[in-house]
């Protein structure tokens, strides 16, 4: 499936070491241009929104959102999932790919990885803030003994098993981007003009010297760390999905969700990836490093998992027509043409008829369709989120709990902030730091000559 990809996944031609990096460090060592600077601006102005919501919810108090008596969860429970579904491409180009050896992940796996760091970061932010106690919250989901003045936690709710999976994923997700970055960041050092960049850089980059035992070293534990990972890509958004899973709400009590959740996650994630990969490698020049191959690859797998999701939408309402339980019928026919008939359709179309056109040749070699597609995949993921969330909660067992939810300003604005948080970590990490991993295009052309 993957095989042109595989067979030329960089275009090096003749380069030599020293091209690879004066293109790659380019960015790094030269002036931001116009398109940064608005790029990064506009990310700005909307995290400046993040704050104000965040300051006026802790200070006003979660009331300011939509959340009724029914819908006790609403658009906040939605962003997590879908921030935490997007931070999954990374580990799973890194991790699960480099384990496969699969080629064609070099050069996007350095921006994915960095997308999940970032990701979780705005995931974070939601149930923290849904908690009421911002200050106590996350003291409190700790297991810490009584004699701390906090009540020990249930270790039965999956809501506990979220903050061990989350956090153990950000930490490893963590550790092994900045492992791979350690000798790219020693080539910045080496180049580096001025003595401040020469400090900062030669500090971060941890004394690396090249040496045959330091790349033994380093290579030992990238694929230490590559099979810690990629059982974390199966099991986080698992137990996500466990939340609503191990719940008796119909909707959400069905044995489907864990392998659908995966596979919504990877879909999301990879439809971010694309997003961002298709805007650096025109805007960076990377066209040598980004080819049309790496971006035919992903797009299968984004065919692939959207077809596995919307396969999964079907199963859930054949089970609940051969289950037999009245309020699980009711439950998925009032998703289909119910008050929120359009948020359930925009779903249906964006993650299973949409994709399809990835079949043709033409659609998965266009980077200006493949962005357009990866916006359309995004808008689906979310309403997939939504859709899940509101329309098993707003209608009740008493048709007296019937309600209707809408975000509110602050909602909305939370949401557009964590955009702008996303995009501003990424737009600094651009700048700064480099989104092509030198060292491994360095192994490919070492290998042609």
């Not at 864990?258 to 439809?271: D, E, L, T």
């Amino acid at each position: 499936m993957f095989e042109a990809p595989i067979r030329q996944p960089l275009i090096l031609g003749d380069k030599k070491f020293a091209d690879v990096s004066n293109e790659i460090c380019s960015p790094i060592e030269n002036k931001p241009t116009k398109a940064w600077w608005f790029g990064f601006t506009l990310s700005f102005v909307c995290l400046m929104a993040l704050v104000i919501t965040l300051f006026w919810t802790v200070w006003t108090g979660i009331g300011t959102w939509g959340i009724n008596k029914s819908v006790m969860w609403g658009w906040d429970i939605t962003n997590f999932v879908f921030w935490i579904g997007i931070g999954h491409a990374g580990t799973l180009i890194s991790a699960i790919l480099l384990l496969f050896r699969q080629k064609w992940r070099l050069s996007i796996n350095r921006s994915a990885e960095a997308m999940t760091i970032f990701a979780v970061m705005c995931a974070a932010i939601f149930p923290l803030f849904h908690m009421g106690r911002v200050w106590v919250g996350p003291y409190w989901a700790l297991p810490l003994p009584n004699a701390f003045g906090s009540l020990w936690v249930n270790f039965n709710s999956p809501l506990l098993w979220d903050v061990f999976a989350i956090s153990t994923y950000f930490s490893v997700s963590l550790l092994f981007w900045y492992l791979g970055l350690i000798p790219d960041i020693a080539t910045i050092r080496d180049r580096a003009k001025t003595k401040a960049r020469k400090f900062w850089y030669g500090i971060f980059a941890m004394g690396w010297n090249g040496s045959a035992r330091t790349w033994h070293r380093y290579e030992v534990v990238s694929l230490i760390l590559a099979g810690i990972s990629t059982p974390l890509v199966l099991s986080v958004h698992t137990i996500v999905s466990m939340d609503f899973a191990t719940s008796v709400i119909p909707g959400w009590h069905t044995t489907i969700f864990p392998p659908y959740f995966v596979a919504g996650a990877i879909f999301s994630g990879f439809g971010m990836v694309l997003t961002l990969l298709v805007i650096a490698r025109s805007t960076m020049k990377l066209e040598n490093y980004i080819t049309i191959g790496h971006l035919e690859a992903m797009t299968k797998i984004v065919m692939l998992t959207g077809s596995m999701v919307g396969l999964a939408y079907i199963t859930e309402f054949f089970i609940a027509w051969y289950s037999g339980v009245e309020y699980e019928q009711y439950a998925f026919l009032n998703r289909a043409t119910g008050p929120y008939w359009w948020a359930y359709a925009t779903m249906m179309f964006c993650n299973l008829v949409a994709p399809q056109v990835f079949w043709f040749k033409w659609c998965r070699t266009t980077p200006w369709f493949i962005f357009f597609m990866s916006i359309i995949v995004n808008i689906g993921m979310w309403f997939e989120r939504f859709v899940i969330i509101v329309t098993s909660l707003h209608r009740d067992y008493l048709p007296s709990s019937w309600v209707m939810y809408g975000p509110t300003w602050v909602e909305v604005g939370m949401f557009v902030g964590t955009m702008g948080l996303f995009f501003t970590f990424f737009f600094l990490f651009s700048k700064f730091l480099p989104v092509i991993n030198m060292a491994e295009v360095k192994v490919i052309l070492k290998s042609k000559e």
